[in-house]
């Protein structure tokens, strides 16, 4: 299959870059703000410890909310004005949040980071629909997605190395250089890919017109449903990774080098993903992966209520690492399985599913999070109960399917 791109856009391997770098600024944004959070609590004068993993939460909450409008507000301006405003938006955030000097202060930064975060999520993919299609298509996804994978490896390396040569806030305005960098980048070589007459007007009705559509799929929203329910226990384990290792087991400065064989196990979940699919079906490996992640959540949770103590570290990391392995195999699966029915809702259905599994897993990331009370116990309880929640939504969902398969 052949490109459609127009011979006036960049190149394919600067157009990789690019959209990668673009693309990973979410995660770095979250990633990178780890190692400072203790710094950033004792600054602004967070009494609880646990209050300063809303630095993390908040700009989850600003992205479900951004996703909502991003997408379809670039179908009626055009992909570049979105992005232009998204990427806006996150500057000040950045900026606020840099400059805060009390905690509701650096909060509202950050959820003005995550709305303007949301557009590059959501119009990038619209975005590279509009240049390529078929293999190229898959191709440029793919290289994507390789970069996205690296940038949790790294982020926590790179946002601890700013923190000791100069403060906190200076990661904040490494967020806005980066930002500018790539704004620039994009704004002088990027053309703009929706023609005038693809374009589609921006309905408030549309988005909830489509929004009841999706949440009457039973398989639609039993996915997206059972996907929020597994990115709150992700999410639980971000808000409470630094005070774990950091605090718990004393890693100091060696934290980072443990996330990132975390998020390293993520990735290879990832990257198998395309072939163990080909073997067995998505239906499968999120059945079993959720089997998986039950089983060594409740066998740990058990070891650690036997021994009513610390559990070793080499113990956590085995656990941490093969629990996020199936959650890597999760994550891709749960959102192509929600997308499938939706035919010709298709570009909205992203921005929706997105937003709906985001709105799900915050206040249930939130709640593990700010349980954390000096063990991995709250995250054992946290992730045990939301994949048991979890099989039992997608038990709920193949049920129709079989019934529906017998008539």
């Known amino acids: 299959m052949s490109s459609t791109k127009n011979p006036s856009s960049p190149s394919y ?15 770095l944004s979250i990633d990178a703000m780890l190692p400072a ?20 939460s908040t700009i989850f909450l600003g992205v479900a909310v951004g996703q909502f409008f991003f997408g379809p507000l670039s179908d009626k301006t055009g992909r570049k004005p979105a992005i232009y405003i998204g990427y806006s938006l996150y500057i000040c955030g950045a900026l606020l949040s840099a400059f805060a000097t009390t905690f509701p202060m650096m909060l509202f930064g950050r959820l003005l980071q995550g709305i303007g975060i949301s557009a590059p999520r959501a119009v990038l993919l619209a975005l590279v629909r509009d240049l390529y299609e078929g293999r190229l298509m898959a191709r440029v996804m793919s290289f994507v997605m390789t970069v996205l994978l690296l940038i949790p490896m790294i982020a926590p390396s790179l946002g601890q190395a700013i923190l000791f040569k100069a403060g906190w806030r200076s990661i904040f305005f490494s967020f806005v250089i980066i930002a ?110 959720l089997i998986a992640i039950l089983g060594l959540s409740a066998v740990t949770l058990g070891i650690v209520v036997m021994i009513s103590g610390q559990l070793p570290l080499w113990l956590v990391m085995a656990y941490l690492m093969s629990t996020f392995f199936c959650v890597g195999i999760l994550f891709g699966n ?44 709250p995250l054992l309880i946290g992730i045990t109960v939301l994949s048991g929640l979890s099989l039992i939504v997608i038990r709920w969902v193949n049920k129709k399917r079989i019934e529906e398969s017998y008539n």
């Open 13 to 27: 391997l600067e157009f990789v870059i690019l959209v990668s770098m673009m693309m990973s600024l979410m995660a």
């Open 180 to 289: 500018l960098f790539t704004l620039i980048w994009f704004a002088l070589r990027m053309p703009e890919t929706l023609s005038l007459e693809k374009r589609i007007p921006f309905s408030l009705k549309r988005i909830i017109d489509s929004t009841i559509k999706i949440i009457k799929l039973r398989t639609t929203f039993g996915y997206t449903f059972s996907a929020g329910l597994i990115s709150g226990a992700f999410l639980g384990y971000l808000n409470s990774a630094q005070q774990i290792f950091q605090e718990g087991y004393a890693l100091g400065d060696r934290f980072p080098l443990y996330f990132a064989l975390i998020a390293l196990s993520i990735g290879l979940a990832s990257f198998l993903n395309a072939r163990l699919v080909l073997r067995f079906g998505m239906r499968f490996l999120v059945w079993w992966s």
């Open 334 to 377: 749960q959102n192509s399985l929600a997308m499938e029915p939706l035919g010709n809702l298709a570009g909205i259905g992203a921005a929706v599913v997105g937003s709906l599994s985001t709105l799900i897993s915050i206040p249930l990331g939130t709640l593990i999070g700010r349980s954390y009370n000096g063990t991995i116990i």
């Open 37 to 56: 959070l203790p710094q950033i609590g004792s600054d602004l004068n967070v009494q609880n410890a646990n209050d300063r993993q809303l630095v993390v």
